[in-house]
C-alpha cells in the first residue's frame, strides 16, 4: 500500500518549533511535505497577496534527528499551500495540517488567522485539512520562543490526523481547527464544539502621535465567558480547559429561512 502523503504548513513561518514539532508527530503517519512561508506571516487569513514574489528555497530541516529537505515560501500561507499542491509535490496529499501555532485560534476572528487561512485553502482544493493551534501568552504569538511545549499539542496533532487518514469527513465538514490549552496533557479530554459568534482578540488603534506615522494596529484578548455557550471553541478552551475541536464547513451560507429572507426583501 502506498504511503499516505501529508503537506505541513502554518504562518509562524519555516523557522518555527511548532511547524517542526508538528513534522516530528506525523513522520510515523506517512511521507511528509513541508512548505511553509520564508517569513512570519501571522494575520493572513487565506490572502493570496500580488506582492508575494513566490520564490521558493529549500532549506535543510531536522526532523527526529534525521536531516529533511523542507520549502520556504516567499508568499502567504495560503499560497505556500497552492505552491506546495501544484508544484512542489508531484501528487495530491492525502492530508495537509496548518500548524501548530504559537496562539488560539478561536471565535468569530477565525478568518483573520493565516493558520487557518491554509487549511480553508486545502479544502477548497479538495483535500481534507486540519489546523491546529496551542494556547500561549500573547508574548509568545510571533516569537518562535523555545519556551512552548508544544509536546501536548504534537500528540494530539497525531491522533486526530491519524483519523482522518483512516477515514474521511462527513459532508458538510471541509477541516477540523483543533485549539489545544496551554496546560493540556495527553490525557486532555477533548470534546466538539462550534465557533463562537463573539470575538476572542479584540483590534486596538496604532500607538502613535499623528495619522502621519507608520502605525500598527495591536489586539488585546478581551473574552467575557458569561456571554459564551457551553458548546463553542472559546467555552471549551477557557472554562472548561479541554481541547476544542470544531469542524468547519466552505458553505458560508446563513441558516436562515430562505423564504422569510424572500418576504422581507420583497419588501424593499
Known amino acids: 500500500m502506498a504511503k499516505k502523503q501529508i503537506l505541513i504548513t502554518n504562518d509562524d513561518g519555516i523557522k ?3 511547524l517542526l514539532a508538528a513534522a516530528k508527530a ?6 511528509i511535505h513541508i512548505v511553509a512561508p520564508r517569513e512570519q506571516y501571522s494575520g493572513a487569513g487565506r490572502s493570496l497577496p500580488l506582492s508575494s514574489d513566490g520564490i521558493i528555497h529549500k ?3 531536522h526532523i527526529n534527528g534525521k536531516p529533511h529537505i523542507g520549502y520556504a515560501v516567499g508568499g502567504s500561507p495560503a499560497q505556500s499551500v497552492l505552491f ?4 512542489i509535490l508531484n501528487v495530491t496529499p492525502d492530508l495537509i495540517v496548518s500548524g501548530i501555532n504559537y496562539g488560539e485560534n478561536v471565535g468569530s476572528g477565525i478568518t483573520i488567522s493565516g493558520t487557518i487561512g491554509a487549511a480553508l485553502e486545502a479544502a477548497a482544493m479538495g483535500i481534507q485539512a486540519i489546523a491546529v493551534s496551542l494556547e500561549t501568552d500573547r508574548e509568545h504569538h510571533h516569537s518562535l520562543s523555545e519556551d512552548v511545549d508544544f509536546s501536548s499539542a504534537a500528540y494530539f496533532t497525531q491522533i486526530f490526523s491519524k483519523i482522518v487518514l483512516e477515514s474521511h469527513f462527513p459532508d458538510d465538514v471541509d477541516i477540523l481547527k483543533i485549539d489545544i490549552p496551554c496546560d493540556a496533557t495527553i490525557e486532555t ?3 466538539i464544539t462550534k465557533v463562537s459568534r463573539n470575538r476572542y482578540f479584540y483590534p486596538t488603534p496604532p500607538k502613535r502621535l499623528n495619522m502621519e506615522e507608520p502605525g500598527i494596529l495591536g489586539y488585546e484578548a478581551t473574552h467575557d465567558l458569561d456571554s459564551e455557550e457551553e ?3 472559546v467555552h471549551a478552551l477557557q472554562a472548561q480547559r479541554i481541547v476544542s475541536v470544531s469542524p468547519i464547513s466552505l458553505d458560508m451560507t446563513s441558516r436562515v429561512s430562505f423564504e422569510a429572507l424572500q418576504q422581507l426583501l420583497e419588501k424593499i
Do not use: Y
Not at 26 to 31: E, H
Not at 84 to 87: A, C, I, K, Q, R
Open 16 to 18: 518555527s518549533p511548532g
Open 26 to 31: 506525523l513522520t510515523p503517519l506517512g511521507d
Open 59 to 61: 532549506q535543510e530541516l
Open 84 to 87: 506546495g499542491v501544484l508544484e
Open 189 to 191: 479530554p477533548w470534546r
Open 231 to 233: 458548546n463553542t471553541d
